[in-house]
């Protein structure tokens, strides 16, 4: 491979760059075949992606003619071949095979190399004995940034249609569900000023309840959709606004910590508020709650019972919950939160026999 592999893979980090600045998928494909005829002196080659049960021609090089590639079944000549098994394969003499299909009769030679599951390489020439094993080899090198491009944009598309299914879902909570309970909780008002019945009260806890039910629901739902806007905040500042409205008189928080941290501050309020209030809900009136540092983050510790040692990480999934009044979405909502930061969240047992939250991964501003 000598010289020409050195040359290739000094050249290809740039390649691989453009390839990954692409997009859409049609953009990816047309950079590889490119970067293909460029470095690999591949002049005739093609980038086929799956859409449903066809493999579909989605670029060609310039000097293909245009007949050159052909919509196949996934499971049609090479191309099917190499996609189903994910495997690469160099044909040295096409007319000898029974198998691999080509678009055109002048093609003798070929090379097929699978894109992940998204579809496939390949290169032809009109002679026998065109590519060998140093071919496949370069040629899986650069179709390997291909699809890693095509996967983030598979990714984003996905990330896309489950935003706008938060959307919708928000939309439905803010407007579907807050309106019949405005609507319940006027006429419980106006029954209550007419007579006088011990279920009024009752009826009311419970709107209240689906209020800040629904309030959950709305955050929960936005916590996936909004984008980050992070800056460095004081912990230790936000920590103790973050406190005063919820805390009980004989509660107590200690902040040992005067780590700064790039986060996004209304996320990152809402999260502490989130512990804080969990602390609070399953601590009790006179609860104590430490927020300490770590290397690599911080921690919100207290010292109340504990978490029930058979609900471990399950307490950050949406809707678990072990308090009466409680609505499953505070500690899902941390979750979320955290994974929007792309930190790292565990759940342990606290010095004081409490429970303890473990934030790792951030961005600790140096003082």
């Not at 098994?85 to 160099?90: D, F, I, K, L, P």
């Not at 929960?220 to 909004?226: L, N, S, T, Y």
């Not at 934030?359 to 140096?366: A, K, W």
Request: some cysteine; aromatic content about 4%; charged content about 25%.
């Amino acid at each position: 491979m000598g010289r020409r592999r050195t040359t290739v893979i000094k050249t290809l980090h740039d390649v691989a760059i453009a390839i990954q600045s692409e997009e859409t998928a049609r953009g990816v494909c047309e950079r590889t075949v490119s970067a293909a005829a460029e470095l690999l002196d591949f002049n005739l080659c093609t980038v086929v992606i799956r859409e449903g049960e066809w493999l579909v021609p989605y670029a060609t090089s310039a000097d293909a003619p245009s007949d050159g590639s052909r919509r196949m079944e996934t499971d049609e000549g090479l191309a099917g071949k190499t996609y189903q098994t994910g495997e690469s394969y160099a044909v040295a003499d096409i007319a000898s095979t029974d198998d691999t299909s080509p678009a055109s009769a002048s093609y003798r030679s070929g090379l097929s190399v699978p894109i992940g599951d998204h579809g496939v390489f390949q290169a032809v020439e009109t002679t026998p004995n065109a590519f060998d094993g140093d071919d496949v080899e370069l040629a899986e090198l650069l179709v390997s940034h291909a699809a890693t491009a095509l996967d983030r944009l598979d990714r984003e598309r996905e990330l896309r249609r489950q935003n706008e299914r938060l959307d919708q879902f928000a939309s439905v909570v803010s407007h579907d569900l807050r309106n019949p309970l405005s609507v319940a909780t006027g006429r419980l008002d106006l029954v209550a000023e007419e007579c006088s019945s011990p279920h009024v009260d009752g009826v009311a806890d419970a709107h209240d309840r689906m209020g800040t039910l629904i309030d959950d629901l709305l955050l929960f739902a936005q916590m996936g959709a909004d984008t980050l806007a992070r800056t460095p905040v004081d912990l230790a500042e936000l920590a103790t606004e973050c406190w005063g409205p919820l805390a009980p008189a004989a509660a107590t928080l200690s902040v040992e910590t005067d780590h700064a941290i790039r986060a996004d501050r209304e996320r990152l309020r809402q999260l502490l508020e989130n512990l804080l209030q969990n602390a609070v809900d399953h601590g009790g009136p006179d609860v104590a709650v430490t927020i300490g540092e770590l290397a690599d983050g911080f921690y919100v510790a207290d010292d109340g019972p504990g978490i029930p040692g058979s609900a471990g990480e399950s307490v950050l999934t949406a809707g678990y919950t072990s308090a009466e009044e409680g609505t499953g979405f505070g500690l899902s909502i941390v979750s979320q939160i955290v994974d929007a930061h792309d930190w790292e969240v565990t759940v342990t047992d606290g010095a004081s026999g409490g429970a303890r939250f473990d934030v790792r991964g951030v961005d600790v501003v140096e003082s």
